[in-house]
């Protein structure tokens, strides 16, 4: 029986120049990643790598049961642009009612966390459960164009350029061991510039659903099983080496992925009746669905360590902003508390954090369609093991005093803010990941 | 070492969106060399533009979409609409801020200019009302100028990141020779949109003198793109983006210098670069060596099961013409290869491959492989396909209908 070569192995021999002339395209990937634009570890000094960090106040490791490697995030974005002050409310700071006359919250709906804020009244779960927030994410050099700021997220770098690669891409290659094919999973179509890696350990897959495409199929369904049988007879063998070769390992790894993600789980019964379909406890909107494709695969224990997922709502609330918001919120809310309940469930409580991103916040003031413009810094939630329960860092933008285009100040940089993440709750240096080696947040202090 | 029949496969892969049928047959018993000289030497029947009437509706996008895909797909488009492909890549816009009919417009302009002139084109599109949406040159005065377009321009479209050709200052000194320009779009007497968008300059928003802009004294668009041109920078930069295109790696560095070279002898006529690169020995030393791109699949996949395929697909599949996720044009081709693409496609070439034409009496694999395009396989291909044929458990249409998936699901049906 053949020896299979895993994707890895094969792009590794291509970047020796295995095969050069006949594979030079496939190259692309290894000659796009300049290595002066990613983190290196220093040449000189102590190595990172196996130095336990200093503990720091409040850490993770005194709060949490896990141990570093068991740690597991969830990156959930908001595409689009999300009003951070509809959704933690600034309403006991002077000014949030002069800036917000149609889009406001009415104090007496807000769900109160201390005199100048609380929780937009559509959040009530996580008003409960607690949540840890960022005030004032964003860029200290502000582009009001979604391709730049998204890209400047997804990167990880402020600065942007020459950055192939993907912040959730590097943090997954420095967290892979060798151990499993995916390290980091993007719960999408079709791949996700925020995990593009350079060693190939992540996914982008858009559901479970979709799998049982290539794996799983029913015994008595021998169409299908005939169908994944030939997926599996065209990838077996490490036979010829040149491109057909990466198309091979790809798809290999790919249905040995879903195979070990649906092993032992049952299809669900599609009956006469679409209700007859199982939702998880989730219900069926689109990210409850996502978190709970994220909480199945934690659960698998497959070597995932970090999940991305986006909602498909959109932030962008040019216009009637006070009607679209609050569904978002809702939406939130509701996947975030099914995604708790499951993952306690699951006795996973103790292992996953939650962060959330947005590429920007709005304007501070409303435009003429009751809506909010593309604007500069934004709130983020942060939820898990050791995170304090509705503590505040960072500060609110000041209300009253702006930057030049009339926006919100930025008082965490986004770099900081994922760095801090990656630093404080998975233990990975932040220069091992971000090119800008930024200052870390400590998000649990 | 590849047969000729698998080279002149590859050529017109890789030069059109081919091979269709009528090509292969005018091709039999060719040599590869005589196709590439075939190719050069035709001369495409113009496109014909699409036209919009009466305001936005709903529509327009998919008439705008199949329009172009039906363009790519024909015999008459030939090596100018494979150039089209890669201006849309290269020079992009997209209509994520700007309507499918100027989208539609841009288009028509490339095809106009593919194989031609790359001054023209440049002077063209650098004032054309997509684009000027796309990168915010519409309404850019001088007094406040937008920087987007000056940037892009040097940056992605003509000298390069890596260059060291420009600065700020370059970035800013552009914009403000750049400015000036608007999209007339809406007839203000009617009170409606227009039918025939154009772009007019409006002489009270333009720079009012000169600027030094790569060392230039400039004043106007024109003057900008003349010298973004004539930078030498911008030839070594754009034939080294051709080359890749059409071979699926960059060229090195002495290669691109040629490439240059034949470039700027020519006078930036874009037609004597392609052929450089096509009669030179690494292009047919290219075979299958990189992934194919959602719309190449989406071509061959429609030929293999010889029934129309809906356009849209190429949403799914991440390449959706007219809408590249960025400024930067399409993706690194590895990403076509990922999980979630595996994924997609084996639900496409399900769904597809049940209504695909039925096959004939004769050796099924070798007539699912015809229809796919594919000569030599690997014995694992092969294997897999032979045993669906064998399968006396599933109906013959089922056979039939899996043969063509997973052909379609083969790692050599998925490079080129």
């Known amino acids: 029986m053949p020896q299979k070569i895993s994707r890895r192995e094969l792009l590794a021999w291509m970047a020796a120049g295995g095969g050069a002339a006949a594979t030079g395209g496939l190259l692309l990937s290894q000659q796009d990643a300049d290595p002066s634009a990613s983190p290196t570890r220093p040449a000189t000094g102590p190595s990172t790598a196996t130095t336990a960090p200093t503990p720091t106040t409040g850490s993770a490791s005194a709060a949490s049961a896990a141990t570093p490697t068991d740690r597991l995030l969830v990156v959930l974005e908001m595409p689009g642009g999300n009003d951070g002050h509809s959704m933690v409310v600034p309403d006991g700071v002077p000014g949030y009612y002069d800036l917000r006359p149609q889009t406001g919250i009415q104090r007496a709906d807000v769900l109160r966390i201390d005199d100048r804020v609380g929780f937009a009244p559509s959040l009530p779960e996580l008003h409960q459960r607690g949540a840890t927030i960022v005030h004032g994410v964003g860029s200290t050099t502000p582009d009001g164009s979604h391709f730049e700021m998204m890209n400047r997220w997804w990167t990880g770098n402020p600065r942007l350029a020459d950055t192939p690669t993907g912040w959730v891409g590097r943090l997954a290659d420095v967290l892979d061991d060798g151990s499993s094919p995916v390290t980091a999973m993007s719960v999408a179509a079709g791949g996700h510039p925020i995990i593009r890696s350079a060693k190939g350990t992540t996914i982008a897959l858009p559901g479970v659903d979709s799998l049982w495409t290539v794996s799983g199929a029913d015994p008595g369904d021998r169409f299908m099983q005939t169908y994944q049988q030939s997926l599996r007879t065209m990838t077996n063998s490490a036979g010829d080496t040149g491109p057909a070769h990466v198309a091979r390992a790809t798809m290999s790894e790919t249905i040995e992925f879903a195979d070990q993600l649906l092993a032992g789980t049952d299809r669900e019964q599609v009956g006469e009746d679409p209700g007859d379909i199982d939702d998880g406890g989730y219900g069926w909107e689109q990210l409850g669905q996502a978190l709970r494709f994220a909480a199945n695969t934690f659960e698998r224990d497959l070597g995932v360590r970090v999940i991305h997922v986006s909602m498909t709502g959109d932030f962008d609330t040019h216009e009637g902003h006070a009607y679209s918001h609050p569904e978002l919120m809702g939406e939130l809310d509701r996947a975030l508390a099914s995604f708790h309940a499951d993952l306690v469930g699951k006795g996973l409580d103790d292992r996953v954090a939650v962060m959330t991103v947005s590429e920007f916040g709005r304007t501070a003031r409303e435009n003429g369609s009751a809506g909010l413009d593309h604007g500069t810094s934004s709130t983020m939630l942060l939820e898990g093991p050791g995170l304090r329960a509705n503590h505040q860092l960072g500060e609110i933008p000041s209300l009253t005093q702006f930057d030049d285009n009339g926006d919100f100040l930025t008082t965490v940089p986004f770099d900081s803010y994922l760095a801090g993440v990656v630093e404080h709750w998975l233990e990975v240096p932040a220069s091992e990941v971000f090119p800008s080696d930024p200052a870390t947040l400590d998000i649990f202090a | ?416």
């Open chain 2, 1 to 416: 070492m590849p047969s000729d029949a698998e080279l002149i496969v590859h050529v017109l892969r890789r030069c059109t969106f081919g091979p269709t049928d009528a090509q292969l047959e005018r091709f039999t018993g060719s040599r590869p060399t005589d196709v590439i000289d075939a190719l050069l030497a035709d001369e495409p029947r113009p496109a014909p533009p699409i036209r919009f009437r009466g305001g936005e509706n709903d529509d327009d996008f998919d008439r705008a979409l199949r329009w172009w895909i039906d363009r790519m797909g024909s015999d008459a488009g030939g090596l100018s609409e494979r150039m089209v492909w890669f201006w849309h890549g290269h020079l992009t816009s997209s209509l994520e801020k700007a309507l499918p009919r100027l989208m539609a417009d841009q288009i028509h302009l490339l095809q106009q200019h593919a194989l031609g002139n790359f001054r023209t084109l440049m002077q063209s599109i650098t004032v054309d009302p997509a684009m000027l949406y796309w990168l915010d040159g519409s309404g850019s005065t001088a007094s406040a100028p937008n920087e987007n377009y000056a940037r892009e321009l040097m940056e992605l479209f003509t000298l390069g990141r890596h260059s060291g050709a420009y600065t700020e200052a370059d970035v800013e000194a552009g914009a403000k020779a750049l400015a000036g320009w608007w999209v007339q779009d809406w007839d203000d007497e009617n009170d409606q949109p227009l039918d025939e968008v154009t772009a007019f300059f409006e002489e009270e928003d333009a720079l009012q003198g000169s600027v030094t802009f790569l060392g230039s004294r400039v004043r106007n668009a024109s003057d900008v793109v003349d010298t973004v041109c004539d930078h030498p920078a911008c030839a070594p930069f754009v034939a080294g983006k051709i080359h890749e295109y059409f071979v699926g790696a960059p060229p090195s560095q002495a290669r691109r210098a040629e490439l240059a070279e034949v470039f700027r002898f020519s006078g930036l006529e874009i037609r004597p670069v392609v052929e450089a690169v096509l009669r030179d020995p690494e292009f047919l030393d290219a075979v299958g060596n990189r992934p194919r791109s959602p719309l190449e699949w989406y071509f061959a996949f429609e030929r293999l099961v010889q029934i129309d395929v809906e356009p849209w697909i190429l949403e799914e599949l991440g390449q959706l013409p007219m809408q590249p996720p960025n400024v930067a044009g399409w993706p690194d081709s590895e990403r076509w290869l990922a999980g979630g693409a595996v994924i997609t496609k084996a639900q496409i070439a399900l769904d597809y491959s049940w209504d695909s034409e039925t096959l004939g009496a004769g050796n099924q694999v070798d007539e699912v492989l015809r229809r796919a395009g594919l000569i030599d396989v690997s014995n694992d291909t092969r294997s897999a396909l032979e045993a669906i044929a064998s399968d006396d458990e599933i109906g013959r249409r089922e056979r039939a209908s899996l043969l063509h998936a997973a052909v379609a699901m083969s790692p050599e049906f998925n490079i080129t």
